[in-house]
């Protein structure tokens, strides 16, 4: 058991709705097995209440949080700092507090690059097909720009705000990095297909796959892909999508669901409070292994 004394140093998460969260066991898994001493909490935050949730990082002296829906870009007027990635995307998903000073930042992509290396898979200058302009896919599509990707070809609906997002996230990139990015409507499926012919990764952060969209995929036809390329697919529950389904059928060498995804980012902001790596293959297998079930 974790031993709460008067050096415990807090941590937490702020979002809304919260009870299905894994984070808490995470990381309180990871910090009992290094014999660090934090404690890392779910908190019911949103909008309404976040501008005092952040104060209260500093008032408590809280080492930082995770922010989740819907709180990820509200968060960013209220910080002192972000990081380049979290500037670039203006999205935060972890907020390290450093006597009083607090920076945001933004792991979901490096969580994605990570879980690619963790396979042995190396896409610096490489071409990415990436579907989905949310939250997740501005990550991904930032963090690959600026680990080196060579061409990001971006997809998502032509309608609503997530396309204005994505327009800036592309602008963003081609003029504040060396990758070369554009813009395409996800409705046009002829471009999307000649895409992939030439893509070495396809990469979809979209909904699609997941309950109640289970039997759902933005690709259903084997033959769009091919079988020397990656499909990774952000959706970890169930563990093997329609998207995935597909992409085996193509013979593709590599197909990776989110678990991985989703581990890493949360060990990159572990590293980010800690300056420690979290275990995350006991992670992997204590954790995740029995909760990302069909």
Request: proline share 3%; with cysteine; charged share 20%.
């Amino acid at each position: 058991m974790m031993q709460i004394d008067g050096h415990t140093d807090l941590l937490g998460i702020f979002a809304t709705p919260i009870g299905h969260t894994l984070s808490p066991r995470m990381h309180n898994y990871s910090f009992r097995r290094l014999g660090l001493n934090y404690v890392y909490l779910a908190f019911e935050v949103g909008n309404e209440e976040l501008a005092s949730a952040v104060q209260s990082i500093r008032t408590l002296n809280m080492r930082g949080v995770n922010v989740s829906m819907p709180n990820k870009q509200a968060i960013v007027p209220l910080l002192d700092r972000l990081s380049p990635a979290a500037r670039l995307t203006g999205t935060v998903n972890t907020v390290v507090n450093d006597h009083g000073v607090l920076t945001g930042h933004i792991t979901d992509g490096i969580g994605f690059m990570r879980a690619l290396q963790d396979e042995g898979l190396d896409i610096t200058g490489r071409k990415m097909v990436l579907a989905g302009a949310g939250g997740a896919g501005t990550a991904v599509a930032v963090q690959a720009a600026l680990d080196g990707v060579g061409e990001i070809v971006l997809f998502n609906r032509q309608h609503g705000a997530k396309w204005v997002q994505a327009q800036k996230i592309v602008a963003l990139i081609n003029a504040q990095t060396n990758c070369r990015a554009s813009l395409h409507a996800l409705e046009d499926q002829d471009e999307l297909q000649a895409a992939l012919k030439e893509a070495d990764i396809y990469a979809d952060t979209t909904s699609l796959g997941m309950k109640p969209h289970k039997n759902e995929a933005v690709v259903n036809d084997p033959a769009w892909f091919h079988s020397d390329m990656i499909v990774f697919d952000a959706v970890y529950a169930p563990r093997e999508t329609k998207l995935l389904k597909v992409a085996r059928q193509a013979g593709v060498r590599h197909c990776l669901n989110g678990i991985g995804m989703i581990i890493e980012q949360g060990a990159a902001a572990f590293e980010l409070w800690t300056g420690k790596q979290m275990p995350v293959e006991e992670v992997r297998h204590l954790l995740f292994e029995e909760d990302c079930h069909d």
